[in-house]
């Protein structure tokens, strides 16, 4: 049984960067897709970034491309999020997430793993 847990959020000034992590236990990521999805107070769980372990295939969304980079670390068996230039808007409970299937998903009815969330404030 795979457990995940996110890590790095935190309160940040518009303009800033944070750099979240998600570490997974019980098994490694080597043959699944991974994502991260973050949800506002009264909004829906939104796709933030996804990332394909067996081919290095990334995707955005289109409000964070160019700003947020997901990448991972074989080693540590862990996904990481770096977050610039971050807005009000991205304020958010953030959720990384794990897919059974392979290459980039940007779903959430397509993960089935999901990890605990970490709270990310953007002030202005």
């Known amino acids: 049984q795979v457990q995940l847990e996110e890590s790095g959020g935190g309160l940040v000034q518009a303009g800033g960067s944070l750099r979240l992590s998600c570490a997974a236990s019980?098994?490694?990521?080597?043959?699944?897709?991974m994502g991260w999805f973050r949800q506002a107070p009264g909004k829906e769980r939104e796709f933030v970034a996804a990332?394909?372990?067996?081919?290095?295939?990334?995707a955005y969304a289109d409000s964070v491309k160019g700003r947020f980079t997901i990448s991972r670390d074989n080693a540590k068996n862990t996904v990481s999020l770096q977050m610039n230039s971050l807005k009000p808007e991205d304020t958010a409970v953030y959720y990384c997430?794990?897919?059974?299937?392979?290459?980039?998903?940007?779903?959430?009815?397509?993960?089935?793993?999901w990890g605990q969330g970490t709270q990310v404030t953007v002030s202005s």
């Open positions: 019980g098994r490694t990521f080597s043959t699944y897709g």
């Open positions: 997430a794990l897919s059974p299937r392979i290459g980039v998903r940007a779903r959430p009815g397509e993960y089935d793993c």
């Open positions: 990332f394909s372990w067996s081919s290095g295939n990334t």
